[in-house]
């Protein structure tokens, strides 16, 4: 397939083929396969040439993608909003996944810093090298962020995870005539990377319900390093609350679905996409490193691998309901309506967060947590029955 998009510097393309080589390599190595996961994993975060862990821009208008946080300040603000009120039943820290540039921390710490809220500790667990000096250069005024490599042992407090699910490994499998299978990458007659299927394992099938009713050509994703992301998050917050006493509560946002509607019999081709300088395509071979790869969320693996843990479902909604429960149009009406010049651009930076046409409706938040409950204005929104 040619993809008719922006080309790349010299030094880009040169780190492209150094991680095309790398990852050719790996599978001459493993006899000539690699599951999809074990490339999507290459292209996002080999050291130094992944796409999360090498040099490029990918945030923001210069970046491939937009997020939340780089849309509004308000959208931090109504975080913190959130988080203030939490604490009353966790530990006065927050633990951020994947902060990105630094800007929701920016944002929320800047907003309970107005409140006169004073937390003990703002920890990022980050596995970019180019993003933690981001986030060091952003977060300079806030000498309560700290950095973390991996996850703590035990937490208390309040997580974020704002597009952290989505960035991670995912599994192909397609449905055939004689069964499940595994789609994976090999190398094809002149080098490059091809598709090809091998038999599946039964445990990469089993988050998809109904999976011997889909029909033969049904290709999907599966979300076992999603899963485990999550199985880690509860075995931490499980020892935390164990230890201090003290609740927990983790909010993820995402794009995605509950299982009925991702695996529904329609959805033929998956939910893999990528993204380079604001382009969305379906090739995953183009320009390795260079562009993000991601797939949408099954919230309800994610919310079942929680419980696995002992965590408690807290409460899944739209990301509209979620931002207008925090309180985010309170925060918006800081700014008079008849500041036409700055409420204006505000009012259009969170019609595009809660807007059913935009954001409001694709993206979705999951709570789970120990020891602590959202508060009850949460409850007139949740659809947790639908996972």
Known sequence: MQLQLPQPSADALAASNALCQLIADEIRQHAGWIPFAQYMDLVLYAPGLGYYSGGAAKLGKDGDFTTAPEITPLFGGAMAQLAAELMSQTAFQILEFGAGTGKLARDVLTELRQMGVAIERYAIVEVSGELRARQEETLREFPEVTWLDRFPDSFSGVVLGNEVLDAMPVNLVVRTDNGWQERGVGLGPGGGFVFEDRPCHADLIRQVPDA???????????????????????????????????????????????????????????????????????DPFYLPGLQDVTAHVDFTAMAQAAADRGLDLLGYTSQAAFLLDAGIGKLLLRTSPEDAKRYLPQANAVQKLISPAEMGELFKVLVVGK????????????????L
Do not use: K, W
């Open 212 to 282: 011997s009713e889909l029909p033969p050509g049904y290709l999907t994703e599966t979300h076992t390093v999603a899963a485990g992301f999550m199985r880690s998050l509860g075995t931490m917050i499980a020892s935390g609350h164990g230890q201090s006493g003290r609740g927990c509560v983790a909010i993820l946002i995402d794009y995605g679905f509950p299982a009925h509607e991702y695996y529904h019999p329609q959805r033929m081709q998956g939910t893999l996409m990528c993204h380079y300088r604001h382009h969305a395509h379906p």
């Open 371 to 386: 020891g602590a409950t959202l508060p009850d204005r949460f409850g007139r929104n949740d659809r947790s029955y639908r």
